[in-house]
């Protein structure tokens, strides 16, 4: 069971916005660790798309937006399109574990 | 452009050893740099098994711990799992990744495709 929490599915029309939270504790999230976010479309290796709570590796499109406070963090995707359409991670390190830990993962449909 | 590739067994006998090597190109397996597995049951999340540097310093999952090595290969720019006594809960797909430092921790910048292991007699 992970100590990282999300919701297990968000969805929304074309065009609105979503967001999808990473809730977790002291010792992850709120002891400083930074939280990235990962898009694992179907059937392939997951792909960094935020690091550092809030910075875009090149090529990721500004639609996709990270942010931290006290022991959560979150996800905003913009603008919601078709190919947005997959799962998404939080990952973290919680000291109490000494362990890189992921969120529980949330699917997004694109309705 | 550094590129990841799995390689193993596709099928392995409960209680046998699962064992795979992911070779790296594109960059040196000795650069100042952690390589990480992780691995994903059929239809549920991703779990970080533990990572390894070039020197063979290790980190491993608690939950992990007692049936997990790693090991690197410098001659062959690659890094290996095994993972002993496994039964049918080690099923999974399993990613070698490579760690990047970011602030005050690191994130997984390049992944393998993944590889099936199926434990099953």
């Known amino acids: 069971q992970s100590v990282l929490t999300q919701p297990p599915s968000v969805s929304g029309a074309p065009g609105q916005r979503v967001t999808i939270s990473c809730t977790g504790s002291?010792?992850?999230?709120?002891?400083?660790?930074?939280v990235h976010w990962y898009q694992q479309l179907p059937g392939t290796a997951p792909k960094v798309l935020i690091y550092?709570?809030?910075n875009r590796p090149s090529g990721v499109p500004d639609r996709f937006s990270g942010s931290k406070s006290g022991t959560s963090a979150s996800l905003a995707i913009t603008g919601l399109q078709a190919e947005d359409e997959a799962d998404y991670y939080c990952?973290?390190?919680?000291?109490?574990?000494?362990?890189?830990?992921f969120g529980t993962g949330t699917k997004v449909t694109v309705l | 452009q550094v590129q990841l590739q799995e390689s193993g067994p596709g099928l392995v006998k409960p209680s046998g050893t699962l064992a795979l090597t992911c070779a790296v190109s594109?960059?040196?397996?000795?650069?100042?740099?952690?390589w990480s597995w992780v691995r994903q049951p059929p239809g549920k999340g991703l779990e970080w098994i533990g990572d390894?540097?070039?020197?063979?310093?290790?980190n491993y999952n608690p939950s992990l711990k007692s049936r997990v090595t790693m090991s690197v290969d410098k001659s062959k720019n690659s890094f290996s799992l095994r993972l002993n006594s496994v039964t049918a809960a080690d099923t999974a797909v399993y990613y070698c990744?490579?760690?990047?430092?970011?602030?005050?921790?690191?994130?997984?910048?390049?992944w393998g495709q993944g590889t099936l292991v199926t434990v099953s007699s």
């Open positions: 550092g709570n809030t």
């Open positions: 990744a490579r760690e990047t430092y970011s602030g005050s921790d690191s994130y997984f910048d390049y």
């Open positions: 390894i540097y070039h020197s063979g310093s290790t």
């Open positions: 990952q973290s390190y919680d000291s109490s574990l000494s362990s890189r830990v």
């Open positions: 594109g960059g040196s397996i000795s650069s100042s740099i952690w």
């Open positions: 002291s010792s992850n999230i709120g002891t400083n660790y930074d």
